[in-house]
């Protein structure tokens, strides 16, 4: 059985940092894009960041740019977002998705595995 598993997620003060990742099993994650979004009760959700299958490319939304990075290691078979100076506009269920691609794009649509989501709340 494919799946993608976030985990890392939690409780952070303003300006803290939190690292999060996806781990794939049952597929490998060589040929597939990352991508990370999130949902905040009450809006759509939004693409992040992601990262294309060989790392060389990478995406991030406005909003995080600078301050979050996404790295992956693919003999891991796992991806990761590192997310510093977090602020309390960045609280959200962030989910991790996989996508068979050359680049990466941050369009939900482009990938066909989502894991399950985690929860990142930014609170003081």
């Known amino acids: ?51 294309s299958h060989s790392g060389e490319f990478t995406y991030y939304a406005d909003s995080v740019k600078g301050r979050f990075t996404m790295s992956r290691d693919n003999a891991k078979n796992t991806g990761w977002l590192e997310m510093n100076s977090l602020q309390t506009e960045d609280t959200a269920v962030y989910y991790c998705a996989a996508g068979l691609s050359d680049t990466c794009a ?19």
């Open 1 to 51: 059985q494919s799946e993608l598993v976030e985990s890392g997620g939690g409780v952070v003060q303003p300006g803290g940092s939190l690292r999060l990742s996806c781990v794939a099993s049952g597929f490998s994650l060589d040929y597939y894009a990352i991508g990370w979004f999130r949902q905040a009760p009450g809006k759509e959700r939004e693409g992040v960041s992601c990262i």
């Open 106 to 124: 941050p369009i939900d649509y482009e990938y066909d595995s989502w894991g399950q989501g985690t929860q990142v709340t930014v609170s003081s």
